[in-house]
C-alpha cells in the first residue's frame, strides 16, 4: 500500500471507528487503525523533514509565508515535489487483521451503523475474500 493510500484510508477511518459495529469487525478495525496511524505518522515526520529543508527563510531563520498566505514558501520547489512524492508513492507493507464479508453484511441490520460507499473503501484491503 501506498503511503498516500494509507493517508486517505487513515482519515476515513476516524469516522468508522466512531459507528457501532459486530464486534470482531469493530476490533479488527481498531487494530488495523492503529497499524495505519504509525505509518502515517512516520510519513508526517518524513513530510516535516522534507519542509524544513526546502522551506524559505527570512534573514532571521523563520519561514517565509507563501504568496496565498496559506502555507510556507518553498525554495527549493523541484527538490520539495520530487521527495513528497517519493515519500507518497513509498510502499508500505501493512498485514491487517482481516474482517469477514458476513460481519460486514450484518451492518446491515439495525443495531449497528450502516457503511458508506467511502467506508468500505477505507476497509477494502482488510476484507478477507
Known sequence: M?????????????TIVTKRLPIKMSFAIQKNAKKIKEIVDFANERQNDIIERCAERDEEGKYVPSKDGQGIAIADGETFLKEMNELMETDMEIEFVKINMADIERCDEERFDSLSPTDLDAIEDMIEE
Request: glycine letters at 0%; charged letters at 40%; aromatic letters at 0%.
Open 2 to 14: 501506498k503511503i498516500s493510500k494509507a493517508k486517505e484510508i487513515n482519515d476515513n477511518l476516524a
